[in-house]
């Protein structure tokens, strides 16, 4: 225990060494950093892929669950959108030094604010190994130094990518010990890591309920994070038809593991009838299981009857539940009460009802007409995301550039004193 304690504070001694660099780091070393790591991953993209499978094989002998193993899994295409990811995040405005709100006093002084990096950041995520980069480039081009602590089950993929990213930053003239990747497995890393209030400026959890329940719980740092992704998609009585099929097939049945994966599905009462064997045939046939209230029951021979904690639980499985609902009122009261303030999608062509849906709605990301697995940094042109925050303050859903700043007060004056 004394050895990780010890080897924890060295990382946090060098990020915080490491985060004074960066924040003073121009544009172009930044970007130039970016495009090396892309440029490697693509060049070694063989390599990854060996030790992915290294970790997949490992994990599928530990007994790890389907989703976790989708979590887990890479392929040529996510690894080329890692690299993409990476570029988009070179081609973005750079935040940092960004003035605003300048306003002149009747003092004569002017007063504004400026964006900088938070400082420190430490991730704690669980198998997917594509947030090993995505983190590493949302930090370095928001001026910030990072700690990543990745799964066990991952640890060989993540070192390979951890080589290429101080590959790149060498290459760009910034310090390695800008990202830093937890070598050990050891759990207790983790418990350290979330209370280094001395070099760490905020904790950043990605990964299982349990997992970010506990660190919001012993963290002594502040936290982004979300706990779970209870997302619905409510058609409406004036939905097309057609586009409802799609958006729920594509919100629940595209990826099983996600947290911006549908897990709730209402239908209003006066379609439901018309509508309801359609989506539930759709959803059998991708071989989801469908728990509904007993009116969905009433309409779909196969569905099983729901209980009320279906109406709060994220499945990341294959199994929806499904509530036949009065109309929008109910649908937005009964989001805002089961949700976990993650994602929910309305389908309607009634414009006002849309308008209202997305003001009334209690979510960090509302929809109309879409399929909630847009709910994504890279999807929103974040270029990555280093996480969703359902929490209310500071960031607020995919947390890319901006949501890695601060801003800090900056005064302009020209000898002025306060009488």
């Known amino acids: 225990m004394s050895d990780i304690k010890r080897y924890m504070q060295q990382l946090g001694q060098q990020a915080r060494a490491a985060s004074r660099l960066m924040a003073k780091a121009d544009s172009h070393a930044k970007n130039l950093a970016l495009l090396n790591i892309a440029h490697a991953i693509r060049r070694d993209k063989q390599a990854l892929l060996a030790a992915n499978q290294a970790d ?17 899994a890479l392929s040529e295409k996510s690894i080329a959108t890692m690299a993409e990811g990476l570029e988009q995040i070179a081609a973005l405005a750079d935040p940092i030094g960004e003035i605003s ?35 590493a480039g949302l930090c370095i081009k928001s001026g910030n130094a990072a700690i990543l602590r990745g799964g066990s089950e991952a ?39 979330i209370t280094m209030k001395q070099y760490v400026d905020v904790i950043v959890p990605r990964g299982g309920k349990g997992l970010i329940a506990r660190i919001s719980e012993e963290a002594r740092i502040p936290v982004i994070k979300h706990l779970d992704g209870n997302c619905h998609v409510y058609v409406d009585d004036e939905a097309d038809a057609v586009k409802a099929l799609r958006i729920l097939e594509n919100s629940k049945a595209q990826r099983l593991g996600t947290c911006n994966t549908a897990e709730s599905l209402l239908v209003a009462r006066s379609v439901a ?84 849906f997305l003001r009334e ?56 004193v306060r009488g």
């Not at 390979?160 to 290459?171: D, K, N, P, Y």
């Open 56 to 72: 997949l094989e490992a994990a599928r002998a530990a007994g790890m669950e389907a989703a976790m193993l989708d979590r887990l």
């Open 101 to 135: 709100d300048m306003k002149y006093r009747p003092t004569g002084i002017q007063v504004g604010r400026m964006r900088v990096p938070l400082g420190v950041i430490g991730i704690i995520y669980e198998a997917r190994p594509n947030v090993t980069v995505d983190a």
């Open 155 to 193: 640890i060989r993929c993540n070192q390979a990518l951890a080589a290429l990213v101080h590959e790149g930053l060498a290459a760009a003239g910034l310090p390695k010990a800008a990202v830093q990747v937890v070598d050990t497995t050891d759990r207790a890393a983790v418990g350290e890591l």
């Open 273 to 356: 009838a018309a509508q309801l064997p359609a989506l539930a045939a759709m959803l059998t046939a991708r071989g989801i299981e469908i728990r509904g209230c007993a009116e969905t029951q009433a309409l779909v021979a196969n569905a099983k009857p729901a209980t009320e904690e279906d109406h709060y639980t994220e499945y990341l499985d294959a199994i929806i539940s499904v509530k036949v609902v009065a109309g929008l009122d109910e649908a937005i009261e009964h989001i805002n009460q089961h949700s976990s303030q993650h994602t929910e999608a309305i389908v309607t062509e009634n414009y006002t009802k849309a308008r209202r």
């Open 361 to 416: 709605v209690d979510s960090s990301s509302v929809m109309v007409n879409a399929s909630t697995r847009f709910a994504d940094g890279f999807e929103y042109g974040l270029g990555a995301e280093i996480g969703i925050s359902t929490d209310k303050l500071h960031a607020r859903g995919p947390v890319g550039l901006e949501g890695l700043t601060s801003l800090k007060y900056i005064v302009l004056g020209d000898g002025q």
